[in-house]
């Protein structure tokens, strides 16, 4: 059973910079890459950033490049995001996801297997 384990989210000024980290465990797992998705009140979840583990292809949405840097570690299943410059729009649910298997556009959440439980992060303005 695959786990995800999200940390390091809570309330920042605007402004301010917060890093989430990410662990995974189980006793099997391997992922293709490891992305953040975030969902914020009645809203869809969106697409963060992505680090593919083979080639090390990252991809950021339009809305973060610039501020977030998400990095990691393949031979010991962790994923951070440093977010910098943070926006109040940036309030939301960030949501860890491991992508086990080639296929799929990475940028897409229905192509995720595996999904963290999510940790708030809000920023005041």
């Known amino acids: 059973q695959v786990q995800l384990v999200e940390s390091g989210g809570g309330l920042v000024q605007a402004g301010g910079s917060l890093r989430l980290s990410c662990a995974a465990s189980?006793?099997?797992?391997?992922?293709?890459?490891m992305g953040w998705f975030r969902q914020a009140p009645g809203k869809e979840r969106e697409f963060v950033a992505v680090?593919?583990?083979?080639?090390?292809?990252?991809y950021y949405a339009d809305s973060v490049k610039g501020r977030f840097t998400i990095s990691g570690d393949n031979a010991k299943n962790t994923v951070y995001l440093q977010m910098n410059s943070l926006k109040p729009e940036d309030t939301a649910v960030y949501y860890c996801?491991?992508?086990?298997?080639?296929?799929?556009?990475?940028?897409?959440?229905?192509?995720?297997?595996?999904w963290g439980q999510g940790t708030q992060v809000t920023v005041s303005s």
């Open positions: 189980g006793r099997t797992f391997s992922s293709y890459a």
């Open positions: 680090i593919k583990w083979s080639g090390g292809s990252i």
């Open positions: 996801a491991a992508k086990h298997f080639a296929g799929d556009t990475v940028t897409l959440s229905h192509a995720f297997d595996s």
